[in-house]
């Protein structure tokens, strides 16, 4: 079920909503290397500091945009 929004968009914006929506799952070609970009996020939520947790996130986020081939995200 589209969002609220949905009816507001152009017929382009709807047409890349649905495309959008419609993917389920991405494949990381070399998930591993991400591995311990994962468990730095994990420590972060853990210590519940703001600081490491942007970074953390920040750093997971560029090296999943780099495996997807997407340009650099910010977090």
Known sequence: MPFAYYERLSARDRAIYRRSD???????????????????LRVALASEERRPVDAASSAL???????????PVRV
């Open 22 to 40: 419609s993917v389920t799952s991405l494949v990381l070609p070399r998930p591993r290397e991400l591995h311990g970009l994962v468990e730095e």
């Open 61 to 71: 986020a560029l090296g999943l945009a780099g495996q997807l081939e997407l340009p």
